[in-house]
């Protein structure tokens, strides 16, 4: 048997009885965050976990050969092992090779890190080609994950922010975009889960918060209430 390249648990968000809510942030605390990082050498890389969803471990193996103007390939996987040296492994799952879709802010974020990256590469004497690391020391090397993610609680706690791990990066993501109404169809393409239930099982807390705003706006458009009636009602039955 040859040496284990990584953790087949590593990234798995399998659903199971009894799920507890992942903790998260809502959208000012991720903005809170953002601001404070601004400065860090990091901060395209969280930026990036924050809009995409994307595992620290895609992260880290992402090359600029997967990233077109608008939009991300997964096609990797990075993962440090005991013995220091690093491995590239295929996604766990054919739904984890994926294109994610990016909005303006997450591009322009991306074109300026990679102008950055280039200008410290020319004076290294180097150019940055599609097979350079997106994320990764001025020298090209990759990241160390361990450092990633102390970097990560060390801004979250700048933030004043209660401390979520950065795979609850990927958890906020998705709970927000369902929170805005985002199909779960579409989530669960972002975050390459290899079903919609293994979606739906894991943000189950947040389908429910959904429920009383679907009735209302279902009602709004077949029986729309006079808010001032509405405002009695509710006194009356409170």
């Known amino acids: 048997?040859?040496?284990?390249?990584?953790?087949?648990?590593?990234?798995?968000?399998?659903?199971?009885?009894?799920?507890?809510?992942?903790?998260?942030?809502?959208?000012?605390?991720?903005?809170?965050?953002?601001?404070?990082?601004?400065?860090?050498?990091?901060?395209?890389?969280?930026?990036?976990?924050?809009?995409?969803?994307?595992?620290?471990?895609?992260l880290l193996g992402l090359k600029w050969g997967d990233v077109e103007i608008q939009r991300i390939s997964v096609r990797r996987s990075l993962h440090h092992l005991k013995d220091g040296s690093y491995v590239f492994t295929e996604p766990k799952s054919d739904k984890s090779k994926r294109t994610i879709d990016l909005g303006p802010s997450s591009v322009l974020v991306l074109a300026e890190h990679k102008e950055r990256q280039q200008a410290i590469r020319t004076m290294l004497g180097e150019t940055l080609g599609k097979d350079d690391l997106v994320f990764s020391t001025p020298q090209g090397a990759p990241l160390r994950p361990n450092t990633i993610t102390r970097a990560w609680g060390i801004l979250a706690a700048k933030a004043g922010l209660n401390l979520i791990r950065l795979h609850d990066a990927r958890h906020t993501h998705a709970s927000l975009m369902l929170k805005q109404g985002i199909h779960p169809k579409i989530?669960?393409?972002?975050?390459?889960?290899?079903?919609?239930?293994?979606?739906?099982?894991?943000?189950?807390?947040?389908?429910?918060?959904?429920?009383?705003?679907?009735?209302?706006?279902?009602?709004?458009?077949?029986?729309?209430?006079?808010?001032?009636?509405?405002?009695?009602?509710?006194?009356?039955?409170?």
């Open 1 to 58: 048997m040859g040496p284990v390249i990584r953790n087949a648990a590593d990234g798995v968000d399998a659903p199971k009885k009894g799920h507890t809510e992942r903790p998260t942030w809502d959208d000012f605390e991720v903005r809170q965050f953002l601001d404070t990082a601004k400065d860090s050498i990091y901060y395209a890389l969280f930026h990036t976990a924050l809009f995409t969803g994307m595992r620290r471990s895609e």
């Open 187 to 238: 989530v669960q393409e972002r975050l390459g889960h290899s079903s919609i239930q293994i979606t739906l099982d894991i943000y189950s807390h947040v389908a429910e918060g959904l429920q009383e705003a679907a009735a209302r706006s279902f009602d709004t458009l077949i029986n729309p209430v006079n808010p001032e009636r509405e405002k009695e009602l509710f006194e009356i039955h409170s």
